[in-house]
């Protein structure tokens, strides 16, 4: 179809599609009226259907998009960002449904599969139309049986049909004809938490180390995140882990520059490390921290006051798993199983061994048990919130 004038169809759909869903996707910024050049790049933007769970928000080109450990893809749609005014075309999606075969082409957002059955997508399909097919090819893949799968283009397919296979997953990437697509981002941008669910927030002080990256590895496959209190003179020296780690949406948050208990520091050299810490973050990684944790947990009230002038709410803890005294994979493991709950906050330190060993058994079993692992942010933002300079130990109904 033709999108002369089309941008704005386009911004209707995806609005229309973001208000549906009740969340907010990053929207590529679309050409203007009257022939000016596009001020995006042209890219595929695209959502998943998971059963049981809905919706993903739609998400950037060339993103590994996949459903929540619990669920599969029963339904896809996608269109074009960034398309200049005037060139004709779009992307159309086709896909075999587990039990109908291959439905029609579609396009523009519609949807292609079921939100209303349990049938997963087999195998997809993808093609550019018009102008866009002659200055761009499509590229994509789909997460089945546990891997993705080599990307294929225009038109050819992607999945295994006819066998039984459940697509888990799809990336898309547009790119400029003859071009190869980059590396794909690495986390599901699209994430769905469902408030009536129980949610949980594991938390690592004291790091980043050599062991983080495991434990980030262990999350992104079992689609969950987690907050991250570092301590701020490491951050430099690991910078590949936390880029991942902001990356995947996980939380980065200060657990103050060197270590120091803020109920003896005085306010000014207390705003003084909480920024140095931000400063470094922001350099490796371009974010800065919403969330601190005081060392040992200390805290008073001159401290409170500065972290409210610092824009921070402090966080405690309900889970302690005193993982950092056992050094013993299966009594953090214990002490964590024997006691979580909705709502809890637990504390553990990504510097030892044995704390990624716990968390590669306690990731997937808090998954398996129906929990969302998820960071202390987003937490709170469905248990009513926080204010900076108040503290909080727990998100419970
Ligand atoms: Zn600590």
Not at 28 to 34: H, I, K, L, M, S
Not at 182 to 202: C, F, H, I, Q
Request: net charge negative; with cysteine.
């Amino acid at each position: 179809m033709k999108f002369g004038g089309g941008t704005h169809l386009f911004c209707k759909l995806a609005a229309a599609v973001c208000a549906a869903a009740g969340i907010f996707a990053a929207i590529p910024a679309y050409a203007a009226d009257g022939g000016e050049e596009a001020v995006a790049p042209v890219q595929a933007v695209y959502g998943i259907y998971q059963n049981g769970i809905g919706w993903t928000e739609n998400t950037e080109d060339n993103t590994c998009l996949k459903a929540h450990a619990d669920s599969y893809v029963t339904c896809f749609r996608a269109s074009v960002g960034g398309q200049p005014a005037g060139m004709t075309g779009t992307l159309a999606y086709q896909v075999n449904l587990s039990g109908s075969g291959w439905l029609d082409w579609e396009e523009n957002l519609s949807q292609a599969g079921t939100t209303d059955s349990v049938m997963p997508l087999e195998a997809v399909r993808m093609k550019l139309t018009g102008e866009l097919a002659a200055l761009y090819d499509v590229y994509y893949s789909v997460l089945q049986n546990g891997a993705w799968s080599e990307s294929v283009m225009n038109g050819q397919t992607a999945g295994t049909e006819g066998k039984g296979l459940r697509i888990d997953g799809i990336r898309v990437a547009l790119t400029v004809k003859g071009a190869v697509p980059g590396e794909p981002k690495l986390m599901a941008a699209g994430r769905v938490l469902d408030p009536t669910k129980p949610m949980v927030a594991l938390t690592f002080d004291d790091g980043p180390s050599k062991e983080t990256i495991r434990i980030l590895e262990c999350l992104e496959a079992n689609g969950g995140r987690a907050t991250f209190f570092m301590v701020g003179n490491r951050i430099a020296s690991y910078p590949n882990t936390v880029k991942r780690m902001v990356d995947m949406g996980c939380e980065p948050a200060s657990h103050t520059w060197e270590h120091r208990d803020i109920t003896r520091l005085s306010e000014a050299v207390l705003l003084t490390d909480l920024t140095r810490v931000d400063d470094t973050l922001e350099a490796v990684a371009g974010v800065r921290t919403r969330l601190m944790r005081p060392p040992g947990g200390a805290v008073n009230g001159p401290a409170k006051s500065a972290l409210a002038k610092q824009g921070v709410p402090a966080i405690l803890w309900s889970v302690d798993t005193k993982d950092w005294k056992t050094r013993n994979a299966n009594k953090t493991i214990d002490a964590v199983l024997s006691k979580v709950r909705d709502g809890d906050i637990v504390l553990m330190h990504d510097l030892y061994g044995s704390t990624a060993d716990a968390a590669a058994v306690l990731i997937p079993e808090l998954t398996r048990r129906g929990y969302q692992l998820v960071t202390v942010s987003e937490l709170a933002a469905y248990r009513g919130g926080m204010t900076p300079g108040l503290s909080y130990s727990q998100f419970w109904h």
